[in-house]
Each structure stands twice: as structure tokens, then as C-alpha cells.
T-cell receptor, first 113, second 116 residues
Framework: DAKTTQPPSMDCAEGRAANLPCNHS???????VYWYRQIHSQGPQYIIH???NNETNEMASLIITEDRKSSTLILPHATLRDTAVYYC??????????????FGKGTTLSVSS | DTGVSQDPRHKITKRGQNVTFRCDPI?????LYWYRQTLGQGPEFLTY????????KSRLLSNRFSAERPKGSFSTLEIQRTEQGDSAMYLC??????????????FGPGTRLTVT
């Protein structure tokens, strides 16, 4: 699986957009980009995933560059409850190479009022 | 709430003792995973079940660890002869076949193990 690089920490003011970058310059054509987050003392939570196109759901938007070497997770209006560790994970399709999610250290996002 | 549940939430044990954790996945999910997370690190994969079959094990799962899912529903993770290095959060996750590219996993709250 492709290695990802994320900044260790970011700050965001409440109500503003939080833009979390992820670099995955060695991504292969059949690898998806997944984002999870982990709020303190809870298990990780799935946010969104994508292959090539930008994706949006009720939680966030995922912007993948045309060359797919990087992506940005956007929380459009961050709240205090969005304070968490955000993990960017790159994986091939299910069954092609194991079943595990491979977590790095992620980005700790701190949202303040 | 029909999310993934884990029991106990906290366990303190003395080195050398055996411990067993339980995970109840979301009822219709046939896939179940165990992960371990130490302080400051992301979760690390331990093992995977599809229904009752244990199909994948990480090399982190030493011979002191054993996991079962006897009827394809709940799962147990047992650690024998615990060591201080086993102190960690043990996370269980479940997913349904075919969901969201295969990797939308629903995690439980975890069991925090402290070995003294």
C-alpha cells in the first residue's frame, strides 16, 4: 500500500473550514483514498473515501488532485466536536491485498472557539 | 444503539494473568476485525474474521493471543500470560460485505488493558 504523509497537527477556528492535507505520491491506479477520524477515547470513525473524483457526503468533502498524488479533506464548518485525530489511508480494493486498514499517526485537528 | 459494543471497557491485570475481551459487532455485519492501539499511535491490525472463519492474522498476533468467533456473531480475544507490553487499547470493528469499497469499518469503543 502507498505510504501517506500528513502534518502532525493543525488548528482551526470554530465555524471556519478545516482543510486537512494528505500526500500519497506513490499511490497506484487501483488504490483508494480513505479518511477516518478518532475522537479522544473513542474508536475510529469512517468519514469518506474516493478513487479519482471528488466526493462529498454529510460529513465532509474529499478533493483528490488530478495526478492523485495528494488529497485534501475539507470540513466546511468545523465545530468543537470535530477536534480529533484524522487518518488518511490508501488501500487497494477489497481482497486484492489483505483486509486491514493501515493507520499512520494522522493529523491532530484542534478546533477552538 | 446498534453499534459495535465491547466488554469490558477497562481491564487492569497483573503480569502473567490471562484476560479475555468480548466484541459484539453490528448484527448484520459478517466481517469482524481486531486492532490494537498504543498511546500516540494509530490502530494496528491483529486479525480478521469472515463469519466464523479467521481468514487473516497479523504477525503481531503472537502465540499468546487467540481470537474466536464461534457462531459468526460475537468474538472473543484472549491474551495468555500477559506482559506489560500488552498494555494497549484493543479495538474491534465490523463491516458488511461490499460496503463502501470494502473498507468502511465500524469501530467499537475499545477495551483499555493495563498490565501491572
Amino acid at each position: 500500500d502507498a505510504k501517506t504523509t500528513q502534518p502532525p497537527s493543525m488548528d482551526c477556528a470554530e465555524g471556519r473550514a478545516a482543510n486537512l492535507p494528505c500526500n500519497h505520491s506513490t499511490i497506484s491506479g487501483n488504490e483508494y483514498v480513505y479518511w477516518y477520524r478518532q475522537i479522544h477515547s473513542q474508536g475510529p470513525q469512517y468519514i469518506i473515501h474516493g478513487l479519482k473524483n471528488n466526493e462529498t457526503n454529510e460529513m465532509a468533502s474529499l478533493i483528490i488532485t488530478e495526478d492523485r498524488k495528494s488529497s485534501t479533506l475539507i470540513l466546511p464548518h468545523a465545530t468543537l466536536r470535530d477536534t480529533a485525530v484524522y487518518y488518511c489511508i490508501v488501500r487497494v480494493a477489497w481482497g486484492e491485498a489483505g483486509t486491514a486498514l493501515i493507520f499512520g499517526k494522522g493529523t491532530t485537528l484542534s478546533v477552538s472557539s | 444503539d446498534t453499534g459495535v459494543s465491547q466488554d469490558p471497557r477497562h481491564k487492569i491485570t497483573k503480569r502473567g494473568q490471562n484476560v479475555t475481551f468480548r466484541c459484539d459487532p453490528i448484527s448484520e455485519h459478517n466481517r469482524l476485525y481486531w486492532y490494537r492501539q498504543t498511546l500516540g499511535q494509530g490502530p494496528e491490525f491483529l486479525t480478521y474474521f469472515q463469519n466464523e472463519a479467521q481468514l487473516e492474522k497479523s504477525r503481531l498476533l503472537s502465540n499468546r493471543f487467540s481470537a474466536e468467533r464461534p457462531k459468526g456473531s460475537f468474538s472473543t480475544l484472549e491474551i495468555q500470560r500477559t506482559e506489560q507490553g500488552d498494555s494497549a487499547m484493543y479495538l474491534c470493528a465490523s463491516s458488511v460485505e461490499g460496503g463502501r469499497g470494502g473498507y468502511e469499518q465500524y469501530f467499537g469503543p475499545g477495551t483499555r488493558l493495563t498490565v501491572t
